[in-house]
């Protein structure tokens, strides 16, 4: 029996689910869930690229935003680097890789630790990571207390939203309903009373707002368990007031093959879904939870303050200019104005200084 049908005969038997339900069955059902047993991120018979897998210069300049926060925190002779939410495990292994290359007497004491809740992708991870000493944990409390740099990349588009509508008679909820065999969206009064006070007064009606209570908890988990260092989150999205300006027909969207799937109720579990990032709901929770905003900045601007594209210089052999023009261009990529390099970077600290952070200086 497909996802499709398990959801089908669950809704039959006990009536619509939120959106917040389906999208997480889509993403995490423990037997047909996408991150459970399909995810493919990369070029090649994936479904989405993220910044790691365009080579390894995204890794080498997140070593150096490491070893600021190692150094902003008093150089500790042993200190974590914890990633959330890693894929393939691709940044791990770069950023480790050149921890251990060019700052040596840093990578020295670097505890190394992912927090991951998909079983393929673990996998995928343990792969790429072979023959280095690392945990693993499904939450943050299990690394607890952390003390050095948290990195998650793209991880908070990937948690499941309530999705809020703005009606004629009041703030309602999209609901998922089946009608003759296919999954269709349906209103409801909110499944939840929170839900009612994170949507802004000026949603126009027929407006749409999306709300993850996944994110904010999740977040609010990680902050309490970091003793002391930095979260730095790396992300599409917005505050509340750039969403609102987009809110209407909100933002949650599907992939499959690097193309935009049209309907997000067809096919759960066999295409991506995302949704952009609430930045203002996430620092709530986040500074509700212990972390304080140290800065915000752009990927392209924190790449370029950690010096991403002094990392090939000028050689003078004419296949290692290829070389480097090919790096070249993928930096070009990471830093695109209108693409990779307008995601938000929000660095959040717990009992660390805001200063010496090259990625947060331009
Ligand atoms: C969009 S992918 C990004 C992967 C990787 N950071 C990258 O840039 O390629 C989202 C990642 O977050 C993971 N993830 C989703 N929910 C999570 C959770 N609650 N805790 C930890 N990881 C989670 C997924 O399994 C996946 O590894």
């Given amino acids: 029996m497909t996802l499709l049908d398990r959801l089908a005969q669950r809704i039959k038997a006990r009536g619509p689910i939120t959106f917040a339900d389906y999208m997480d069955a889509a993403l995490y059902d423990e037997k047909d869930g996408y991150y459970t047993t399909k995810a493919a991120i990369g070029f090649d018979g994936a479904d989405f690229l993220t910044s790691p897998e365009l080579g390894p210069a995204f890794g080498r300049a997140l070593a150096r935003a490491a070893v600021d926060c190692w150094v902003a925190i008093g150089k500790p002779a042993q200190w974590d680097v914890v990633e959330a939410g890693a894929g393939r495990g691709i940044l791990m292994r770069d950023l480790l890789d050149a921890l251990t290359k060019d700052r040596p007497e840093a990578g020295r004491g670097a505890r190394p630790a992912i927090i991951e809740v998909s079983p393929r992708l673990r996998e995928q991870q343990a792969l790429a990571l072979e023959g280095r000493e690392l945990r693993w944990a499904s939450v943050a409390r299990t690394l607890a207390p952390i003390r050095g740099v948290v ?201 660390a200084p805001a200063d010496g952070l090259r990625f947060l200086a331009r």
Avoid at 165 to 186: N, P, S, Y
Avoid at 247 to 260: I, P
Avoid at 286 to 314: H, K, M, P, S
């Fill in 151 to 351: 990195f998650a990349n793209e991880v908070l588009d990937a948690f499941p939203v309530h999705v809020l509508v703005r009606a004629d008679e009041g703030l309602r909820e999209v609901f998922v309903d089946v009608k003759d065999g296919a999954l269709v969206e349906m209103l409801r009064a909110p499944s939840h009373p929170d839900l009612r006070y994170r949507v802004p007064d000026s949603l126009p009606v027929g407006g749409r707002w999306e709300v993850s209570l996944g994110a904010e908890s999740w977040i609010a988990q990680l902050a309490a368990s970091v003793g002391q260092g930095y979260v730095l989150v790396i992300d599409y999205g917005g505050d509340e007031a750039d969403l609102l300006t987009r809110a209407g027909a909100g933002t949650v969207r599907g992939f499959s093959r690097h193309r935009l799937v049209s309907n997000a109720l067809e096919a759960p579990g066999e295409h991506d879904l995302t949704a952009s990032v609430n930045f203002t709901a996430i620092r709530r929770a986040a500074e509700g939870a212990g972390l304080a905003l140290a800065g915000i900045t752009t990927q392209r601007d924190a790449l370029i303050g950690l010096g991403v594209r002094e990392a090939y210089g000028r050689p003078t052999d004419p296949l290692d200019q290829l070389r480097a023009a090919s790096k070249r261009s993928a930096i070009d990529v990471l830093l695109e104005p209108n693409g990779l390099g307008a995601y938000a970077v929000l660095c959040f600290a717990k009992d």
